[in-house]
């Protein structure tokens, strides 16, 4: 059975940081595309980073490349995503995905991990 839980969300004050974790289980975690993304309300899913098997990381903006950091661990089966100076409009659900490879096409979600930035 595959298993992504996500944690590490919650409430921070603007300019903040956070470290979300995605420990999973059920896959082949070292040969697995990881992938975090965000839904905020009202809004569609949007990707925010993608890491490959090997390390390479795409940024889906890259203005969040330079607050956003996405990072495995394939020793713990865990894919992080650090964040630093979060803004307001950082506030969402952030879900964690194994993506689909040509080598493997399934997909799975985790169940999702709020961050709210508040003062």
């Known amino acids: 059975q595959v298993q992504l839980v996500e944690s590490g969300g919650g409430l921070v004050q603007p300019g903040g940081s956070l470290r979300l974790s995605c420990a999973a289980s059920?896959?082949?975690?070292?040969?697995?595309?990881m992938g975090w993304y965000r839904q905020a309300p009202g809004d569609q899913r949007e990707l925010v980073a993608r890491?490959?098997?090997?390390?390479?990381?795409?940024y889906a903006d890259p203005a969040k490349a330079g607050r956003f950091t996405i990072s495995r661990d394939n020793a713990k089966n865990t894919v992080y995503l650090q964040m630093h100076s979060l803004k307001p409009e950082d506030t969402a659900v952030y879900y964690c995905?194994?993506?689909?490879?040509?080598?493997?096409?399934?997909?799975?979600w985790g169940h999702g991990t709020q961050v709210t930035v508040s003062s």
């Open positions: 995905k194994k993506e689909p490879t040509v080598m493997n096409s399934a997909s799975y």
């Open positions: 059920g896959i082949i975690f070292r040969s697995s595309d």
């Open positions: 890491i490959s098997s090997v390390g390479a990381r795409t």
